[in-house]
């Protein structure tokens, strides 16, 4: 789910994602199909998690994912749990350590590997037509596809519909889920800029909104600085339209950056009769004069789980990106800052799905969700990893906030990894 653009009246939230629904009702055999390659997705359609794992699959026989545990423990799946040694040993070769406890990993026995797994999500890019659409997910905690379609959504249809890919139904879970719907305060004027600030911006129609600047960067070999907020954060979802950003309010004096790049959707591996993106990510150039806070994010004096505090902490009034990480993992903890909601944290539950822009035929390839705090207006956060609040001013930086959901275990947000920014923004510097 994206966090919708807000207007400056009522900060009334505008479009919807959707989220699913699971069932164990009975489904036909799967359809056989041509004999297709274990991995019948480009290279390049991989990000996230489905890339480092699918590399994963080819090194260790029969891996099927990773993730973390709520009580500190790695638990890594295997066909054959008497790879496990192997499975230590190539963790440890491609630097995963940061992200593994290897000193406490658990390994289960895998129904799937990782390699059948992207294959059958591949299928489901480029086949499943199925009504009411919210995410599809490889679920690394339960070593299964899971795909999410809106509440009242038949799912016999959505279950008949994987099956004529060829998906095993024993292998995929249909559920429901809540809408996932755009976020659009660190509202004052604040200079130098820094990430996690209001920004606001003017559609097509003059009408302006309120997002969140998510973090200042700086491109190698060109001049000036630069912040990366939301895509849906300028005056059309795709595309450079040039969008003026102001900071805290309107007018000439606060007028900070102007939409440099804005990639377009496409359609050539997206699933049928959709546009595609890896992130809802755009990049602002700052104009001459503006005084920016480098590799900075805001501080505030509170963070809550469904909301902390968005005042600015005058002891510590902001964060230092000492170090960057290319996407989440399940079972972290993550933290963000918006104008609306503040400094919140909570748990990553979901890596790498695509999301189904409710009321558009845009389709979020391979992003990421967690359970914290969030509201209209925060898209754009930036989401970072800070494991001592209290102390060190030093972050993580992992991505931008663009969705949110509300769930019956409370809301979570929906973020772009970096590594997918990138993918669509080119190399960033984001560290002094």
Same mark, same amino acid.
């Given at each position: 789910? !994206?966090?919708?653009? %807000?207007?400056?009246?009522?900060?009334?939230?505008?479009?919807?994602?959707?989220?699913?629904?699971?069932?164990?009702?009975?489904?036909?055999?799967?359809?056989?199909?041509?004999?297709?390659?274990?991995?019948?997705?480009?290279?390049?359609?991989?990000?996230?998690?489905?890339?480092?794992?699918?590399?994963?699959?080819?090194?260790?026989?029969?891996?099927?994912?990773?993730?973390?545990?709520?009580?500190?423990?790695?638990?890594?799946?295997?066909?054959?749990?008497?790879?496990?040694?192997?499975?230590?040993?190539?963790?440890?070769?491609?630097?995963?350590?940061?992200?593994?406890?290897?000193?406490?990993?658990?390994?289960?026995?895998?129904?799937?590997?990782?390699?059948?797994?992207?294959?059958?999500?591949?299928?489901?890019?480029?086949?499943?037509?199925?009504?009411?659409?919210?995410?599809?997910?490889?679920?690394?905690?339960?070593?299964?596809?899971?795909?999410?379609?809106?509440?009242?959504?038949?799912?016999?249809?959505?279950?008949?519909?994987?099956?004529?890919?060829?998906? *095993?139904?024993?292998?995929?879970?249909?559920?429901?889920?809540?809408?996932?719907?755009?976020?659009?305060?660190?509202?004052?004027?604040?200079? *130098?800029?820094?990430?996690?600030?209001?920004?606001?911006?003017?559609?097509?129609?003059?009408?302006?909104?309120?997002?969140?600047?998510?973090?200042?960067? /700086?491109?190698?070999?060109?001049?000036?600085?630069?912040?990366?907020?939301?895509?849906?954060?300028?005056?059309?979802?795709?595309?450079?339209?040039?969008?003026?950003?102001?900071?805290?309010?309107?007018?000439?004096?606060?007028?900070?950056? /102007?939409?440099?790049?804005?990639?377009?959707?496409?359609?050539?591996?997206?699933?049928?009769?959709? !546009?595609?993106?890896?992130?809802?990510?755009?990049?602002? /150039?700052?104009?001459?004069?503006?005084?920016?806070?480098?590799?900075?994010?805001? /501080?505030?004096?509170?963070?809550?789980?469904?909301?902390?505090?968005? %005042?600015?902490?005058?002891?510590?009034?902001?964060?230092?990106?000492?170090?960057?990480?290319?996407?989440?993992?399940?079972?972290?903890?993550?933290?963000?800052?918006?104008?609306?909601?503040?400094?919140?944290?909570?748990?990553?539950?979901?890596?790498?799905?695509?999301?189904?822009?409710?009321?558009?035929?845009?389709?979020?390839?391979?992003?990421?969700?967690?359970?914290?705090?969030?509201?209209?207006?925060?898209?754009?956060?930036?989401?970072?990893?800070?494991?001592?609040?209290?102390?060190?001013?030093?972050? %993580?930086?992992?991505?931008?906030?663009?969705?949110?959901?509300?769930?019956?275990?409370?809301?979570?947000?929906?973020?772009?990894?970096?590594?997918?920014?990138?993918?669509?923004?080119?190399?960033?510097?984001?560290?002094?």
């Amino acid at each position: 789910m !994206r966090t919708r653009k %807000t207007g400056t009246q009522g900060f009334a939230a505008a479009l919807a994602l959707i989220a699913g629904a699971c069932t164990d009702a009975s489904s036909p055999k799967p359809t056989p199909l041509e004999p297709v390659p274990r991995l019948t997705q480009e290279l390049r359609m991989l990000h996230g998690t489905d890339r480092e794992f699918v590399q994963l699959a080819r090194e260790i026989p029969g891996f099927g994912g990773l993730y973390h545990a709520p009580d500190g423990r790695s638990v890594v799946y295997l066909t054959d749990t008497r790879q496990a040694g192997r499975a230590k040993q190539a963790l440890v070769r491609r630097g995963l350590l940061k992200l593994v406890s290897i000193d406490r990993m658990e390994v289960r026995t895998a129904q799937n590997d990782y390699l059948e797994l992207a294959d059958w999500r591949a299928r489901l890019r480029s086949g499943l037509e199925a009504p009411g659409l919210v995410f599809t997910d490889i679920d690394e905690s339960t070593n299964r596809i899971r795909v999410g379609v809106l509440r009242g959504t038949s799912h016999e249809e959505v279950e008949t519909e994987i099956a004529k890919l060829g998906i *095993p139904k024993e292998a995929a879970d249909v559920e429901d889920a809540e809408p996932i719907t755009f976020a659009a305060t660190l509202q004052d004027r604040i200079r *130098p800029t820094l990430g996690g600030i209001q920004i606001v911006w003017p559609d097509s129609h003059n009408r302006f909104f309120i997002c969140t600047l998510g973090f200042n960067v /700086r491109l190698r070999n060109q001049p000036g600085e630069y912040f990366v907020t939301n895509s849906h954060c300028s005056g059309e979802d795709g595309g450079v339209q040039n969008t003026p950003f102001f900071q805290a309010g309107t007018g000439a004096a606060n007028l900070i950056a /102007r939409e440099v790049a804005d990639p377009e959707y496409f359609t050539e591996g997206c699933y049928p009769h959709r !546009r595609c993106r890896f992130s809802d990510a755009s990049l602002a /150039r700052y104009e001459d004069g503006v005084a920016v806070r480098f590799g900075a994010i805001a /501080r505030t004096t509170l963070r809550g789980l469904t909301a902390g505090s968005i %005042t600015i902490d005058d002891h510590s009034p902001f964060f230092n990106i000492v170090d960057r990480r290319p996407f989440p993992i399940v079972g972290q903890t993550m933290d963000k800052l918006g104008r609306t909601t503040g400094w919140t944290v909570g748990t990553v539950v979901q890596t790498c799905i695509d999301t189904f822009v409710g009321g558009t035929d845009v389709a979020l390839l391979c992003q990421d969700r967690v359970v914290s705090g969030v509201g209209g207006g925060d898209s754009g956060s930036p989401v970072f990893e800070s494991q001592s609040p209290a102390g060190s001013r030093g972050v %993580t930086l992992y991505g931008i906030l663009w969705g949110s959901q509300l769930t019956t275990f409370g809301p979570s947000f929906v973020m772009s990894a970096l590594e997918n920014i990138e993918e669509e923004l080119g190399p960033l510097i984001v560290t002094p």
